[in-house]
């Protein structure tokens, strides 16, 4: 079962709640982009560490943005799925295991402007911020 961290601001813990509790019929498309729900490891804790994302598909796979807004530091989640791969992914009632990777330099391009068209704000985050936002690849398991 997941958990909601009793950190989370209101409205991510509000949003993380009605996509549970309804399996994404509630919360699956939120301000108008598709989520999905991404469980990590904590790198520290070692706890999984449930959030919505905004994500988008290529190839079978779903992509998310570590943009954290265009702040210096990566977000946790991301910093959690580089030392540890394996994650758990939820878009709407499918529940599925995934191996997590940053995109490479040669795929970036083409996922990143799949996921500004989704989300255009990623652009201004990535002109506020000199940290290289990563894009991260979820490949499910077989």
């Keep these: 079962m997941t958990t909601i961290s009793p950190t989370l601001p209101d409205w ?10 309804t399996d994404g019929e509630d ?18 804790s070692g706890e999984d560490r449930t959030l919505p994302l905004i994500y988008g598909e290529h190839d ?5 943005v570590a943009s954290r807004g265009g702040a210096p ?4 989640w991301y910093t959690n799925l ?3 791969p394996a994650v758990k992914v939820q878009v709407k009632a499918d529940r599925f295991e995934a191996t ?15 996921m500004a068209e989704i989300f255009p704000q990623y652009n201004e985050y990535q002109e506020k911020t ?6 991260v690849v979820l490949e499910r398991a077989n």
């Design 100 to 114: 997590a990777r940053t995109a490479s330099a040669e795929e970036k391009p083409e996922l990143w402007n799949l």
């Design 73 to 76: 530091k990566h977000p946790s």
């Design 27 to 44: 919360g699956h498309i939120w301000n108008g982009v598709p989520t999905l729900l991404l469980t990590t490891k904590g790198s520290k």
């Design 12 to 21: 991510i813990a509000d949003h993380m709640r009605r996509y549970l509790e």
């Design 130 to 135: 000199d940290r290289d936002i990563p894009v």
């Design 60 to 64: 079978g796979r779903h992509i998310v």
């Design 82 to 84: 580089v030392s540890e």
